[in-house]
């Protein structure tokens, strides 16, 4: 069941011959809608946007025209529409089409339907189907018809002039709970009745198009900045779709697209619609949210993400947070937010693991406590979002949809939260559009069967969702799309904007003080803007002007106070710190010349990590500034060197055994340490006042004989690699 994208851009031209017909023949549009559902604004916005003159039906009424999705129903349609046409009957050159509101949209105007219907010859036209339904046995009844052409009637679209029409309808007798279809297919099978009154089936799709079965027969096509589907069966592009039957989430899809919702050349038109505006709102008045934390898995970056949170410029005070983390492991970092955030928010709850909910019953809960504090949004958000637009929050708002994902990857990957379509296993499934929204070569709202890890609900949407993460079948996020779709409650996915990211948080070992510093393979978007000093890029770049405080030593941004606290931490954690001695077991040939106070990498398990930044960011910055040579990034020896008073406070002086070494300082000069910094005998030169988080980097085996200054107080780290040894 897939469908196909094609660009074509000619003016597609409708021929025909016309019916003797009323100059100002004119179209009443009825449909029937008890509730205003998602599927029924869809329907508005489409009918509005083509001018069309709907009247509503029923709406408020209490529905009994039975479970139509399940099983046959629907009387109570006919039954509104005698009485609806009973009014109109008199009226003239009154062409009046019926048709349902959930699942069907308008491709086109008064004007196309009005010569397209007049080119039948007939009266009463309505749309037809390959399935005979719900009586099969009427199968043999139908008149014949082509292979391209479509033999059965389907009752969710009609049309006809309003004479013969309410002549039509208002035979026999019908009750609510009786099937509509059935009710006017055996009047179309009356053979004389319908010669009588000129009744037509849309056999080709003139009209009419039902999707159920005929997926395959379709194509989305566009001329211009208008699209439309052409269906290369029956060699038509009817006018009216309707999508039936169990097709909803490939409908939907389609329904991004038809109506100009987006087109190739104008975008999203339908973006700007039904929106509402924050701007200028006092901050007192904004709407209440309550907000969903779930941390369900161990998830890197958890730190991170609270600071995210936290710097959303949402009022605070207009939001309730529930936390549930289900690992005691993230215990520290709920704890560290709600100690230094908590006092600003309107309410702060924690599930921790003692409370021993399952994660669809915290989520269950997050619900519930949003009604109880009179929320209008709830967002949910999961702890592996890397929510990095802090106005996230007005924007999902503005965006006035019952729910609508921002969209987040893995950056680099495909891995989204969101799925394009379903398979019949009820899973994941790639829609035929899902990388170019994933790539955001086509931006906008899109309707999608499956959102999950953050997303906003409108609170009156609530009501009918209560209890629906708790499935005993299904994953929670499962279960509340399926609830959602069911409700026909439109689930949108938002990649206008950049919101943020999603961490990796499969193999996540937290075996170490700080867990992130680790994370450089599975997460390196995120490893490097917690990690890499924010000036790297321009450092790097041609045009910039390295630093050089001596001669051929040059002077890098390199990585953040976080890393130098981190990696100090852990070095200090794990403790080992050699004696300083000629004596190394750590070493191969078991003796070091120039012996320091120092942990390797290798010790704390970080080697292939150190390595890999060696390569990844190291090597550029040496490649640019050591024009025409190609490092191997080899490094046996990768160190931290701690001096201080009373142990080893200086170096004495000594080449390295590298062709190139690097350097960066773990802490702050005068702040941390007094004295320190290398010098360079060579040139008489030293760098006293290094900087935190900004790397040395020098010739080493010839050039730069160099020693270490006397620390004076306190104690200075400094990372050292000997690279291309
Ligand atoms: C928000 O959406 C609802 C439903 O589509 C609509 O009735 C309402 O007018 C919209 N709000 C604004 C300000 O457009
Ligand atoms: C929000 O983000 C903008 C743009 O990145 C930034 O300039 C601003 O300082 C941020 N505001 C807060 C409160 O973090």
Redesign the pocket.
């Known amino acids: 069941m897939e469908w196909k994208i094609i660009f074509v851009f000619c003016v597609v031209s409708f021929s025909y011959l016309p019916r003797t017909s009323a100059d100002n023949e004119r179209v009443q549009v009825l449909t029937v809608a008890t509730e205003?559902t998602d599927g029924f604004?869809r329907f508005m916005r489409t009918a509005n946007k083509y001018q069309l003159n709907v009247k509503v039906l029923g709406l408020g009424e209490k529905w009994e025209g039975g479970n139509m999705a399940m099983s046959t129903g629907g009387g109570q349609k006919v039954m509104l529409l005698r009485k609806a046409l009973e009014e109109l009957k008199d009226e003239k050159d009154l062409v009046v089409m019926f048709v349902d509101s959930y699942d069907l949209i308008f491709t086109a105007g008064e004007k196309e339907i009005l010569q397209a219907f007049n080119k039948f010859n007939a009266k009463v036209v309505f749309s037809a189907e390959d399935f005979c339904w719900p009586d099969r046995r009427l199968e043999s009844q139908y008149p014949i018809v082509r292979m391209t052409e479509k033999r059965y009637l389907n009752s969710g679209g009609f049309i006809g002039l309003v004479a013969e029409l309410y002549d039509l309808v208002t035979r026999g007798d019908v009750k609510a709970a009786d099937d509509d279809q059935l009710f006017y297919t055996k009047l179309f099978l009356d053979e004389q009745l319908r010669a009588k009154l000129s009744v037509k089936l849309d056999t080709r799709g003139e009209i009419f198009q039902n999707l159920n079965g005929a997926l395959e027969e379709v194509t989305l096509k566009f001329k211009g900045s208008s699209g439309y589907l052409y269906n290369s069966r029956t060699g038509t592009s009817p006018l009216v779709i309707h999508g039936n039957g169990p097709i909803k989430v490939q409908f939907n899809s389609l329904t991004n697209y038809l109506a100009d919702q987006w087109t190739p050349t104008a975008g999203c038109q339908s973006c700007k619609?039904?929106?509402?505006?924050l701007e200028g709102i006092k901050p007192e008045d904004f709407p209440r949210v309550m907000m969903g934390i779930f941390f369900e898995e161990k998830t890197p970056f958890a730190d991170v993400f609270f600071e995210n949170i936290a710097q959303l410029t949402y009022p605070k005070d207009k939001i309730d947070i529930i936390i549930h983390y289900a690992d005691e492991f993230h215990k520290r970092h709920v704890e560290r937010f709600v100690k230094a955030h908590q006092s600003e928010y309107r309410s702060v709850v924690i599930f921790s693991p003692a409370k021993q909910l399952t994660e669809g019953t915290a989520r269950n809960r997050a619900l519930e406590a949003c009604l109880k504090h009179s929320c209008l949004y709830y967002l949910a958000i999961d702890g592996a979002v890397q929510l990095e637009n802090n106005r996230t929050l007005q924007m999902l708002i503005e965006r006035?949809?019952s729910v609508i994902a921002p969209m987040v990857l893995r950056p680099g990957k495909l891995w989204s939260n969101f799925w394009g379509s379903i398979g019949k296993d009820g899973y994941y499934k790639r829609s035929e559009d899902y990388i170019d929204l994933v790539e955001s070569k086509r931006k906008g709202i899109w309707n999608v069967p499956h959102i999950t890890n953050i997303y906003m609900i409108q609170a009156f949407r609530i009501p009918s969702i209560l209890g629906a993460y708790v499935d005993p079948e299904v994953d929670p996020d499962i279960a509340i799309c399926a609830r959602l779709r069911e409700k026909d409650i439109f689930l949108y996915i938002d990649n206008q904007q950049y919101y943020g990211h999603l961490v990796n948080t499969e193999n996540f070992d937290t075996t170490h003080l700080h867990n992130d510093l680790y994370q450089i393979f599975d997460n390196r978007y995120t490893w490097d803007k917690k990690y890499v000093h924010p000036e790297y890029k321009r450092a790097l770049a041609a045009d910039t002007v390295n630093p050089q405080p001596c001669p051929d030593v040059y002077w890098f941004p390199m990585v953040t106070p976080k890393f130098c606290q981190d990696y100090i931490d852990e070095m200090e954690n794990f403790g080992k710190w050699s004696g300083g001695k000629n004596q190394d077991e750590r070493l191969a040939g078991g003796y070091e010349n120039v012996p320091t106070v120092d942990i390797h990498t290798n010790q704390i398990g970080w080697e292939k990590h150190w390595l890999h930044f060696l390569k990844e960011y190291i090597v550029p910055l040496n490649a640019k500034v050591f024009t025409g040579y190609y490092s191997e990034a080899r490094a046996i020896m990768n160190f931290v060197v701690r001096y201080r008073p009373g142990e080893q406070d200086r170096l004495r002086p000594h080449h390295d055994s590298s062709t190139f070494t690097i350097n960066i300082a773990l802490n702050t000069h005068m702040d941390d340490y007094e004295g320190g910094g290398p010098r360079f005998l060579r040139y008489d030169c030293a760098v006293a006042g290094t900087r935190r988080g900004w790397m040395l980097m020098h010739p080493g085996r010839l050039t730069h004989f160099h020693e270490g200054m006397p620390v004076t107080k306190g104690t200075r780290y400094i990372m050292v690699s000997f690279v291309d040894p």
Do not use: L, P
């Open positions: 205003e604004r619609e039904d929106t509402i505006d006035n949809r």
